[in-house]
């Protein structure tokens, strides 16, 4: 059964696909960052793919792919674009980032637009540690509400029950930094185009642990 944050997604995944990027020229900046750290021997996972834009971008640059979603909508629409350009090389399963049991470890982790929806994102932070190896990277891009608009700890529960927001977890960017650390990475490079948009971080997972 879904989650109640599965089936709003879900419901807009079609309006999702749809909408042009917010910020055209941050996300080219950030995905030009990205690809500074992959190779055609890279393993890449991306959790939270949503349509699959981000992640159809990175698998000509990779070795394999896997894509993960936790709503099939979502999923069904990435499939039809990865269909579409005859991308071959990525593997698209239907799973909650935060019971995800990869079978394998990866070179590079991603997650887009995913840490402030997950209940105890720590525990996800270290899982995804636990699942690259040394000298691994892990790639985050994150809206840091209590920065961008503190209020949202009231009005954001209100959006919630009216039906027009999934629940959002309000966070702070020193805050998803100090849940970083902790969990043993290493901050190797962040990038907001402004105070106003999301924070992009890249992590690195140390050689000697």
């Known amino acids: 059964m879904l989650s109640k944050t599965a089936r709003f997604w879900d419901k807009i995944a079609p309006r999702y696909a749809a909408r042009p990027v917010d910020d055209l020229a941050g996300y080219q900046a950030k995905l030009a960052i990205s690809e500074g750290y992959l190779s ?85 932070i270290a899982r995804i540690y636990d699942w690259l190896p040394p000298g691994g990277v892990f790639i985050s891009n994150t809206p840091c509400i209590a920065d961008i608009m503190p209020i949202f700890r009231w009005i954001g529960p209100l959006g919630e029950w009216l039906g027009l927001l999934p629940k959002l977890r309000v966070f702070s960017a020193s805050e998803l930094k100090s849940a970083l650390q902790a969990a043993g990475f290493v901050i190797e490079s962040e990038f907001q185009p402004t105070s106003r948009k999301a924070l992009y971080l890249v992590c690195r997972k140390p050689y000697a642990v």
């Open 40 to 124: 055609p021997e890279t393993s890449l996972l991306e959790l939270g793919c949503g349509t699959g834009s981000t992640a159809l971008h990175h698998a000509p640059k990779v070795k394999h792919l896997v894509a993960t979603d936790f709503s099939p909508s979502m999923l069904a629409i990435a499939k039809q674009k990865a269909a579409q350009q005859n991308c071959s090389n990525i593997t698209f399963e239907c799973a909650d980032a935060s019971t995800f049991q990869p079978d394998c470890r990866f070179d590079v982790i991603m997650a887009h637009s995913l840490l402030h929806l997950v209940e105890g994102k720590e525990t996800l």
